[in-house]
């Protein structure tokens, strides 16, 4: 399957806190706990993908974009790609643009109770998790 490339951002506020989402997956009929992203655009560097869907589902934007590294999600049906992005330094203040059947609530967190609420199960998306512990290798004392 030719499926376009996808991004997970991993926004960081000043203080450290980690800003997540919780939508509706139908797939999955549930509530799940992840980070903002979305599909890229055509030729659109996922560093950008990062900053768009961020602004667009939390109204967080700024600071220093970063790349984590990057995943194939199922590599035995799709050629797609899901990249990593460290959103460093976001501030909240943006405004919103949610797609027409989005429904997102935003929450901020500490990085260590973004992981003890994997733990829990509140996450249903495992590239979401994948991403969680790319900022722990990345970014370890924010999990200190």
């Known amino acids: 399957m030719r499926c376009p490339d996808w991004v997970l951002a991993l926004p960081v506020t000043p203080d450290g806190r980690l800003v997540m989402v919780r939508q509706w997956r139908f797939g999955a009929g549930a509530l799940s706990l992840e980070p903002p992203g979305g599909v890229a655009g055509p030729g659109e560097d ?12 939390t109204g967080y934007a700024g600071g220093r974009a970063l790349p984590l590294g990057q995943a194939a999600p199922n590599p035995a049906l799709q050629d797609t790609r899901c990249h ?14 949610l797609d027409e059947h989005e429904e997102i609530e935003v929450l901020t967190m500490a990085p ?33």
Not at 46 to 57: D, K, N, Q, S, W
Not at 114 to 143: K, M, Q
């Open 112 to 144: 260590t109770e973004a992981l003890r609420r994997v733990r829990e199960g509140e996450t249903t998306h495992a590239l979401a998790e994948l991403a969680r512990l790319r900022l722990r290798e990345a970014r370890p004392g924010l999990f200190a």
């Open 84 to 97: 990593f992005v460290l959103l460093e330094g976001v501030a909240g203040g943006a405004p919103r643009a």
């Open 46 to 57: 996922p560093l950008v993908t990062a900053e768009r869907e961020t602004r667009e589902e």
